[in-house]
């Protein structure tokens, strides 16, 4: 706890600013990448997931009326972006963020190759 001249401020819930209560939060999305208070970025790659399947699912109901060339560019374009962006930090996270990463990948190659 750090006092002021003014008054006794509790850090643990938020700080006054200018006479406005800012509330801490436990993760801030900053150019794209959920950053959490322990950097597990568990909330990133749930985000991530979240996005590649909403796209993957359009993509497995138009899938059948597209030429495997134009299947595999809506691939790069839309969805695969999204795995790649910003990959670099996830270097050190858990293995469960990655298998879940891993997951997203197998279900993108089976839509795109039309296999079971």
Not at 2 to 17: F, Q
Not at 36 to 44: I, Y
Not at 68 to 83: C, G, Y
Request: hydrophobic share 45%.
């Amino acid at each position: 706890m750090l006092r002021s001249a003014n008054a006794e401020h509790n850090l643990s819930s938020g700080i006054d600013v200018s006479g406005t209560r800012i509330d801490f939060t436990e993760s801030i999305k900053l150019l794209g990448v959920v950053l959490d208070a322990s950097l597990t970025f568990e909330k990133h790659v749930q985000d991530v997931v979240r996005g590649c399947y909403f796209h993957i699912r359009a993509l497995r109901h138009i899938r059948p009326l597209l030429t495997l060339d134009a299947a595999k560019t809506f691939v790069e374009a839309i969805v695969s972006s999204r795995l790649d962006y910003c990959n670099t930090l996830l270097q050190g996270t858990s293995a469960a963020n990655l298998d879940r990463l891993k997951r997203v990948q197998d279900v993108l190659a089976r839509v795109v190759a039309q296999a079971p």
